[in-house]
């Protein structure tokens, strides 16, 4: 698809929050790592469902009910189809990446690992995807291990293989970085990890936006995605897994929806999805997710993804001409999502990022929940610009303005 | 008759109902009572199909060809549901159980019973039935 | 507060649901111990935080980060006044009552439980407050002790003091059962248990609606509630928690948010309530859920409990003036909340289910999860009628003419 | 002068740029610039004010029944506000500084610095100081 067919202005006009003014100036919206704005269809099928649907689901046996069930259920196929997964029932929803990953450390991971085996994990992850593996380790006696990464962002694949072993149980990467964009090889990291033995997670966060995701031809084995940064609501999560992992896998939480029988002297569990579902859904936000879905799948991935680059190069290549003394940037991988990290020369985050507020740019300013990456740089944050495909070049130039002014004050 | 023929007949007796949900299921319940009652030793854990809230047995016979099957319910409604079922689908062949289009659920307005997952055994019964038949489709 | 004050027209209108028809009649909302339905306040803060305010919050040095943020810990503060809590910060955001449940097992419980130790719970609880119980105790050699009831749904208050010893640590309890509507002696329960020096934990799911709650007067050590039965949004749960017990408590998932400092080496966590507020919390929902808050106060607990106890009376009047010997009522304990359980005589709740939503009236069937309990009756399930503040008197009579009609036939 | 006066004054200068947040921004930069450099030895550990990701760090001298302070920030329009801070309250009395209501924030259009949570370390300092001066009315 070429960018001509993608109508921006189309797109931005189902995008209510962007059309206001933040200190006296044209909100910019360049936080959408942190997480993205919501299209109207969302945010209209939020309203509907509470103004003309609402009621707790799977039990009911009156209209309501029926009707809420079937739209929960009609958004776990529209994330099978977005994923490719083979069964609606093995994408479960969770809070959030947060709690698909903690979900999968304290059930796989806690009934599988053993000391002295080990978990895999890289110097770029979220806190998100390092936290949960640090508790899990600890408890199990399993060893973290970190895959180091090159200065400008991608990994360092060959240290990747060498840290590789049959002791590997669990390889837990992020597929986009969030502080610096980098994409990683991750077709390549699942067939390693597979020949030794080990399963991989793939922390999706930013991956849900912005790339293609086809979890069958990838052959992973959990995939984690949060909604709030694919279009869709906050509070809504996905964690999806291979059948044959969920089902031995022990439960998480226990109470409703996730059993079969509950007696006092013994409690048998249901199938999945339902199995790792325990109590009432957050199911008004699950139902508007579809929308997101769907506005994504609307436009097309492929036509995000070649938009967001012209963002992403016009940002850079404007740097590169008034700035590249005075502008730092951080990740230069080959292959790069939409994200932009860098540093004004003297200057802390935080006050690169009050001043684009105060032209009414949002960026987000600190270590991105990547404390262990700002360490590998050396510093302890930085500015990071982050584009969805409502932002416009347009947006980009007021940007690279404001940054001119300062560096040139 | 072909399982056409008995669906349109069901549509049109439920049609004098129009919109009256309760006149249906109180139809319904009444037709379930009419079903050959199902004998006790057939009513085995194995040939349960389970819904949510409601249980069916369904058990099938094969014979010249063609399969029967035998059902019953502890719900009312559900077994008036099931008694359709039977009607138009005992007695055919696998491959014409396989291959029957069950619209009438649609049309007589019960697609509520089958729509939603889990709700009940009905759907869960239609499926038992059409994975049986297909086996033996296979079979041959 | 007289009953007259309440002004039921008003209340109704501001509940868009309300207004349609089921199955050719006007819609009776009689399920509202699954879920109760938002007020049209709730829906439109919803709406506008989409279309106005949405960030990621409490890092975000944007204004829209900012609003976003401060309007998240505006619920809290609300939180903390709706449960007189003494601070903001023991008020913790989960997903429901379920969540809140598991995540003090696996905390406090998995931190302070030892084999030989014992957890109370009673044979009324709902599958959450039973399972999370199971499954720590499994974990830690803990046994689960349950407290019986009588015949009319009234706890065993002897049976309870004769469990209750110094092995018990933990006492586990529903405030008010979703099956039956009892209200257990609280306050007696968790006097006593102090004094063996156990610490109490309440279901609060169905007290969150109905019941004036004070737990500093209380003084339990946690409260549980769901957002999504007390007119809120799904997807949204408190933990209310002791600060001494809370600081004290290991964290439940990692990720985000949660922490303080992150390396490899070691992790540091922050403190209450982010400490257990790992990764990006349902931040729409929560902002929400204080309209709801502000909606229940604005009619006072007090005019509530009038109003939903004339429904129950109501009913429960019209079931012995006409059925008393064709339908039986479960749940006869003097202190009730408006839950009302029944059976006609040789029919399956399924069936009385579906025939009440023939007549556009919700009602829930089953086991409510509550299978023990369903046991101790020695059936399979029930119907509920649950009332809620909106409900009206010609609600109940429409569902007693039905009731009525079926015991006819 | 007075921190009434102090806080009017200020007002009155920032009333120049309007509703312009850059330049506000930029002259608070300014100001921080002007504030008396901190002694080394005192920017330690113990004396820091963590916000999320401003820090300040804030030493309290008594003298002669009158609190002066010492301040910087690593941020340098945390540290134009914290300069705004100590000409008001520094060398004033414990029980003033616990007093004085600090309305010039919002007046210079700079709530949002305070509004939320862990945004930065203006706010913690705000009420390290004033507990600082609590303490010493205390032990009067
Ligand atoms: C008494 C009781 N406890 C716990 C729960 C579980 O609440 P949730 O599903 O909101 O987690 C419920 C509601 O189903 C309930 O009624
Ligand atoms: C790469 C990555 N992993 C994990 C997370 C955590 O996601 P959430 O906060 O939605 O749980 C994020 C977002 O903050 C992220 O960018």
């Known amino acids: ?409 | 008759m072909t399982s056409t023929e008995i669906q349109n007949e069901i549509i049109d007796d439920f049609s004098l109902f129009e919109e009256d949900m309760e006149s249906k299921l109180f139809y319904l319940m009444d037709l379930g009572k009419k079903l050959p009652e199902m004998p006790l030793e057939h009513k085995t854990e194995e040939f349960i199909v389970k819904g949510c809230q409601s249980k069916v047995w369904l058990y099938p016979v094969k014979q010249d060809g063609k399969l029967f099957f035998e059902a019953d319910s502890n719900t009312e409604i559900t077994k008036g549901l099931v008694s359709l079922l039977v009607k138009i689908l005992s007695g055919k062949t696998p491959s014409e159980i396989v291959e029957t289009d069950l619209y009438f659920i649609e049309k007589i307005g019960m697609n509520h019973m089958i729509g939603s997952q889990r709700s009940n055994g009905f759907a869960s019964m239609i499926k038992q039935m059409k994975m049986y038949a297909f086996a033996l489709t296979q079979n041959n």
Chains 1, 3 share one sequence.
Not at chain 1, 76 to 99: D, L, M, P, W, Y
Not at chain 1, 155 to 160: I, T, V
Not at chain 1, 198 to 214: E, F, K, M, R
Request: net charge negative; aromatic share 10%; proline share 4%.
């Open chain 1, 1 to 409: 698809m070429s960018v001509t067919t993608l109508d921006i202005n189309f797109i931005r006009s189902q995008f209510p929050i962007l059309h206001q003014e933040v200190n006296g100036h044209p909100l910019v919206y360049f936080d959408n790592a942190a997480t993205t704005q919501k299209p109207i269809k969302v945010i209209e099928a939020l309203g509907d469902y509470y103004k003309l649907h609402n009621a707790n689901i799977h039990r009911g046996a009156h209209a309501l009910a029926d009707r809420s069930t079937g739209f929960f259920e009609d958004t776990r196929k529209s994330v099978q189809q977005f994923i490719n997964a083979k069964e609606a029932a093995e994408c479960i929803f969770t809070k959030g990446v947060t709690e698909s990953i903690n979900l999968v450390a304290q059930t796989y991971g806690k009934a599988f690992l053993k000391p002295g085996d080990e978990v895999l994990i890289s110097y770029m992850e979220h806190h998100s995807n390092i936290v949960p593996w640090q508790m899990i380790c600890e408890e199990t006696g399993a060893h973290l291990k970190v895959i180091p990464i090159h200065e400008n962002g991608e990994l360092d694949l060959e240290a990747f293989y060498k840290l590789l072993s049959v002791q590997t149980k669990i390889v837990a990467c992020v597929w986009a970085s969030n502080a610096l964009g980098t994409i990683n090889p991750v077709k390549e990291i699942i067939d390693s990890a597979h020949k030794v033995g080990a399963i991989v997670l793939l922390d999706g966060a930013q991956a849900g936006s912005h790339l293609p995701i086809n979890v069958q031809q990838l052959d992973v084995d959990f995939l984690t995605l949060s909604g709030h940064k694919l279009y869709g609501p906050t509070g809504v999560g996905v964690l999806y897994g291979k059948r044959e992992l969920l089902d031995k896998m022990p439960p998480y939480q226990g109470g409703g929806e996730m059993i079969k029988e509950v007696s006092f002297e013994s409690t048998t569990y249901n199938e999945i999805p339902f199995k790792f579902e325990a109590g009432t859904p957050n199911i008004g936000d699950v139902i508007a997710f579809k929308y997101a879905l769907e506005f994504v799948n609307g436009i097309g991935k492929d036509a995000i993804i070649q938009w967001e680059s012209k963002l992403l190069n016009h940002f850079n290549a404007g740097i590169r001409e008034f700035g590249s003394n005075r502008i730092k940037l951080f990740g230069a991988a080959k292959e790069k999502v939409a994200v932009q990290s860098f540093l004004l020369e003297g200057k802390h985050p935080f006050d690169t990022g009050l001043l684009l507020d105060a032209r009414g740019i949002a960026v987000r300013t600190g270590h991105h929940c990547t404390q262990p990456l700002m360490k590998f740089f050396g510093i302890e944050g930085t500015v990071r610009a982050s584009f969805a495909v409502y932002n416009t070049m347009e947006e980009v130039d007021v940007l690279l303005d404001s940054l001119k002014k300062m560096v040139n004050r």
